[in-house]
C-alpha cells in the first residue's frame, strides 16, 4: 500500500475525530449563523460519507496513473443538498473540514511514524484541494440551478462563496484583465476589488521577472486552447501593492463564459512554508560546506550566498576575529538584482574594534542583533554607502566557538523587515555551526605554519648538519690519508707504526661520528637506505671487534667470544650489521671500567631467527634511562661521551632488516646486556667468511688531474698516486683545472666539489667534451642528493672525505678498469 492509500485509510479510521474537531472549530466561531441548524446538521449527516469518498479518492489516486485521473472525478458520487440548506455555509463548513483534512490529519499521520516527504505530502494536498474544489463547485452548480430564476440572488450567492472562501479567488477573462477578486485576495496582495477589477493581473501581482511568460501563456490559450500551467499546482513568487515579495501555491481552472474562455485561479500564501524549507536547506547545506576540508578563502563565500538566497537578503558579509581582537571583512556576496558596488567595497575597507559599528556592537553583545530600520542607526559608519544602494533593515548574528566569539555575519535588505523568531533560532545554530568551523580553520591554519617553520627548521638542520660535516672531514682527509699509507710502510719502527694507526683508528672513529649525524638525518627524513646481500653475520661481528680489539687491550679488558649459533647466514647490508656491532661493541668498551670483560655470544633463538648479545661489566643502565634508550641524544653516562645517536641508529637499521633490539642490565645489576635479533636465511651452502684484502693498485700508468683547493689534501694525494705510479697534476681552481684539460691528455680526473671560482661539476662537464677519461667526485658532502648530483654531472663516483687509501685506489681501479 502507498503513501496515498495509508493516509485514505488513515482519514476514514479518524472521521469521528475530525467530526469532533469540526464541532470545536464552530464551537470557538458562535458569531457563525446558520438556519435553524438545516445546514449544520445536513453537513453534519454528510461528513462521514466524505470520508468515504475522500478515502476511496486517495485509493483510486494511488493505484492509477495521471491517464486515469479525468476517469476517477467521474466516480465521484454526487451529493444533493436538501431544501433549506445555506450555500455559504455549506462551503466554509467545507473549508473548515478542507483545512482540518490538509493540515491538522496531514500532519497527525506524519507524526504517527509515516515517512512523508514533501513530495509525498504535496500529492495528498492535490487531492484534498481537487476533492472540495470539486465539492464546491458541486454545491455552487446545485445552488445556480435551484437559484436560476433569480439571477440576482445567484449573482449574490456567487460572491457570498468568493467573500466566504478562505484561499484566494481570482478571475480573468482571456485579456488578460481582472472580473473576479474575492476578500481573501484583497486581504493578501493588498487591492480593493474596486482596484483590482478592471486592471490586468500583469500590471498587479505578477514580478517583471514572469510577465513575459505569463503575456505569452495567454497568446498560446488563444491559439490552441491549451496552456502550460492549466490544471495543475505551481509554486511562483508573486508582488503586494506595497511591492513586497511573497511566494503562492497557484492553480488555474479555465471554463468559457457566453462562448469566451474565462480563468479561476486559485491562490494560497506559503511564504512561511517556503521560507522554512529553505531555512532548513540551507542548514544542511552549510553543515555540508563546513564538513569538509575546504579552507575558508574557499566556502566563505559560499556559505555567506547559501545564508542569503534562504531570504530575500541582498547583500552579507562574513566577519572574521584577528589576534589583535578586531574584525576584518574576510568575504562578501552581492545578490546581482541591484548594484551594490559602493557598499561592498566600503565594507571591504573597513576594520571594526569591539563596540564599533553594527560588527563591533555584536562582538560585545555575543547575540543577535535585529534591525528593521537602518535609518535610525547611529553607530552604523556606512550609512550613507547603504542608503546610496539602497539597504534598508539589517541582521547581525555572532559566530561562536568553544572559547568565545571567532566572528560574525550581517545581512541586509531592502525591505523594512519586522523581526522573525524562526530566523533568530536558525542565525543561533548557524553560527555555532559557523563559530566552530572558524575555531578548527585558525587551529588548522596555526598548525600549518607551526609544521611550515618545524620544516623550515629541520632543512636548516640538515644543511647545517651538511656543512658542518663538510668543515670536519675536510681537514681530517689529508691526515688519514697520509697516516694511513705511511702505518704500511714496512721499514718503519713499530712503534711509530702502531702510533700511525691509532691515528688512523681515532680519525675513522671521528668519521664515524660524522656519518652517525647524517645517518640520523636520512633515518628522520626516510631515505636511509640498505644494499641487501647474502652474508654471514658471525664474520661481520668478527670485523668490528678487529676494530675494537685494540682499545679492548688498552683497558686491559677481557674478551670471551662464544659463537653457537647453528645459522650465521643473513640476508643484509654487511656494512649497515657491521655498523651495528661496532656501535655496541664501542659501548661497551666506554662503558667497562679498566680490568672489566666484555662477553660476546651467539645462539639460536627460533627456527630462523639469531640472536647476538654483547654484555659487560660496566655500571649498567640507569632505570630512568631506560625507556628512552633508543632514542637519538639520550646517553648512557653523565659525562656526556659521544652524541647518543649510536642506539639510535642501531635500532632503526635492525628494522629495516626485519630484526630487534633489546637492553638490560644482568641479574646482579653489574653490567649491561644487548641483545640484537637477526631473521636467518636458508642454509643453501657455505659462504666464504668475508676477510679484509689488501689494497688494490691499478698496474696501468695513468695521467690523473686533482683538482683540490685544500693544500693538504691535494699535497698528500698527489704524493701518493705518484708513489702508486701515477702521473699527477695538481690544479686548486676551476680556471686552472679548464686549462690543464685543454692542453693535457687525461685518463681520470679526480676533482673537489666546492671550489673557489666554481665547482667540480662544471670542470666535469668540460672533461666529457673533450675527453672520454673518467671523474672521482671528493667531498665533505656525502648525501644521497649529493651522490645524486654527481652522478648526474658524469662522474663515475663519488667519495665522501676523509678517503683512507685503500678506498680511494679500489675506486681508481674500478673506474678505469671500466673505461
Not at 584577528?322 to 571591504?348: M, P, Q, V, Y
Not at 659487560?616 to 641524544?633: Q, Y
Not at 679484509?692 to 694525494?717: C, G
Request: glycine share 6%; aromatic share 6%.
Amino acid at each position: 500500500m502507498n503513501r496515498l492509500s495509508e493516509f485514505g485509510r488513515f482519514i476514514l479510521d479518524r472521521t469521528q475525530w475530525i467530526g469532533a474537531r469540526w464541532n470545536k472549530v464552530n464551537g470557538s466561531h458562535p458569531e457563525l449563523p446558520f438556519s435553524g441548524n438545516t445546514s449544520r446538521q445536513q453537513f453534519a449527516d454528510y461528513l462521514p460519507a466524505l470520508c468515504q469518498n475522500l478515502t476511496r479518492r486517495f485509493e483510486k489516486e494511488g493505484k492509477a496513473g495521471a491517464a486515469d485521473r479525468k476517469r476517477q472525478k467521474d466516480t465521484l458520487p454526487q451529493r444533493r443538498w436538501q431544501p433549506g440548506y445555506n450555500v455559504d455555509e455549506i462551503v466554509r463548513e467545507l473549508g473548515h473540514v478542507r483545512r482540518l483534512i490538509s493540515v491538522d490529519c496531514l500532519d497527525a499521520f506524519a507524526r504517527n511514524g509515516a515517512e512523508l516527504d514533501h513530495s509525498a505530502r504535496v500529492a495528498a494536498e492535490v487531492v484534498i484541494h481537487e476533492f472540495f474544489d470539486e465539492l464546491v463547485v458541486e454545491t455552487v452548480q446545485q445552488f445556480a440551478s435551484d437559484k436560476e430564476k433569480d439571477l440576482a440572488a445567484s449573482k449574490q450567492n456567487s460572491q457570498s462563496i468568493l467573500d466566504s472562501a478562505l484561499d484566494c479567488i481570482i478571475v480573468i477573462g482571456d485579456d488578460g484583465r481582472v472580473r473576479e477578486w474575492n476578500i481573501a485576495a484583497e486581504r493578501l496582495f493588498g487591492y480593493t476589488r474596486a482596484r483590482a477589477v478592471g486592471k490586468e493581473l500583469v500590471d498587479l501581482i505578477i514580478p517583471p521577472e514572469l510577465r513575459a511568460r505569463h503575456l505569452a501563456g495567454l497568446a498560446q490559450y488563444r491559439a490552441t486552447g491549451e496552456g502550460s500551467v492549466l490544471g495543475r499546482r505551481i509554486e511562483v513568487p508573486a508582488l503586494r501593492a506595497d511591492g513586497s515579495r511573497l511566494d503562492v501555491e497557484l492553480s488555474i481552472t479555465p471554463h468559457r463564459v457566453n462562448d469566451k474562455p474565462v480563468f479561476t485561479a486559485y491562490v494560497r500564501d506559503i511564504t512561511e512554508r517556503m521560507r522554512n524549507e529553505a531555512r532548513r536547506s540551507a542548514q544542511y547545506a552549510i553543515a555540508t560546506l563546513i564538513s569538509g576540508q575546504a579552507p575558508l578563502i574557499e566556502i566563505g563565500p559560499k556559505i555567506l550566498s547559501t545564508i542569503a538566497r534562504s531570504g530575500r537578503w541582498l547583500f552579507a558579509a562574513l566577519w572574521v576575529l584577528n589576534k589583535n581582537g578586531k574584525l576584518f571583512c574576510h568575504s562578501t556576496w552581492a545578490s546581482a538584482e541591484r548594484d551594490i558596488d559602493e557598499f561592498e567595497s566600503e565594507t571591504r575597507r573597513r576594520v571594526f574594534s569591539s563596540g564599533e559599528g553594527l560588527p563591533g556592537r555584536v562582538l560585545v553583545s555575543r547575540a543577535p542583533a535585529w534591525l528593521p530600520n537602518l535609518e535610525g542607526e547611529t553607530n552604523f559608519p556606512r550609512a550613507i554607502f547603504a542608503r546610496m544602494s539602497g539597504l534598508h533593515a539589517a541582521f547581525v548574528f555572532p559566530l561562536l566557538g568553544s572559547t568565545g566569539i571567532n566572528g560574525v555575519i550581517e545581512l541586509y535588505s531592502d525591505e523594512l523587515t519586522p523581526p522573525d523568531d524562526d530566523l533568530l533560532r536558525l542565525a543561533g545554530a548557524l553560527g555555532i555551526q559557523i563559530g566552530l568551523y572558524l575555531e578548527r580553520e585558525q587551529t588548522g591554519e596555526e598548525l600549518r605554519r607551526q609544521k611550515e617553520a618545524a620544516v623550515t627548521a629541520s632543512q636548516a638542520k640538515d644543511r647545517f648538519l651538511a656543512a658542518l660535516s663538510h668543515e670536519l672531514r675536510t681537514p681530517l682527509n689529508p691526515v688519514l690519508m697520509w697516516a694511513c699509507s705511511a702505518s704500511e710502510d714496512t721499514n718503519l719502527d713499530p712503534e711509530m707504526k702502531q702510533g700511525l694507526k691509532m691515528i688512523c683508528r681515532n680519525i675513522e672513529m671521528e668519521a664515524r661520528l660524522i656519518d652517525d649525524l647524517l645517518d640520523l638525518t636520512r633515518i628522520a627524513r626516510g631515505k636511509l637506505q640498505i644494499n641487501v646481500e647474502l652474508c654471514r653475520a658471525d664474520a661481520l661481528l668478527n670485523h668490528a671487534l678487529e676494530i675494537v680489539r685494540s682499545q679492548l687491550s688498552a683497558k686491559n679488558l677481557k674478551l670471551s667470544v662464544d659463537l653457537k649459533a647453528s645459522n650465521h647466514q643473513i640476508m643484509a647490508d654487511p656494512i649497515r650489521i657491521e655498523q651495528v656491532f661496532w656501535n655496541l661493541l664501542n659501548n661497551a668498551y666506554k662503558f667497562t671500567p679498566e680490568n672489566g670483560e666484555v662477553r660476546v655470544r651467539s645462539y639460536d633463538l627460533q627456527p630462523n631467527r639469531v640472536a647476538f648479545e654483547i654484555s659487560d661489566s660496566g655500571r649498567g643502565i640507569d632505570r630512568e634511562l631506560m625507556p628512552k634508550l633508543f632514542t637519538a641524544f639520550e646517553q648512557g653516562t653523565r659525562r656526556g661521551e659521544g652524541l647518543g645517536l649510536g642506539l639510535a641508529i642501531c635500532r632503526a637499521v635492525l628494522e629495516m632488516h626485519q630484526g630487534k633490539i633489546k637492553a638490560a642490565n644482568r641479574p646482579n645489576g653489574q653490567g649491561a646486556v644487548f641483545t640484537v635479533e637477526l631473521k636467518t636465511a636458508p642454509a643453501l651452502g657455505v659462504i666464504v667468511p668475508m676477510e679484509r684484502k689488501p689494497p688494490a693498485i691499478s698496474s696501468r700508468k695513468l695521467n690523473i688531474l686533482i683538482v683540490e683547493d685544500h693544500e693538504n689534501t691535494a699535497a698528500v694525494m698527489s704524493k701518493l698516486l705518484k708513489r702508486n705510479g701515477h702521473e699527477v697534476v695538481t690544479a686548486s681552481t676551476v680556471r686552472q683545472a679548464l686549462h690543464v684539460l685543454r692542453t693535457t691528455p687525461l685518463d681520470l680526473l679526480v676533482s673537489d666539489l666546492g671550489l673557489p671560482d666554481g665547482d667540480g661539476f662544471e670542470v666535469m662537464s668540460e672533461l666529457s667534451k673533450v675527453s672520454d677519461a673518467k671523474g672521482i667526485a671528493i667531498s665533505g658532502y656525502g648525501m644521497e642528493e649529493d651522490v645524486e648530483r654527481s652522478s648526474r654531472a658524469g662522474f663515475s663516483a663519488h667519495l665522501t672525505k676523509p678517503i683512507d687509501v685503500q678506498k680511494l685506489q679500489e675506486t681508481i681501479l674500478s673506474v678505469t678498469a671500466a673505461a
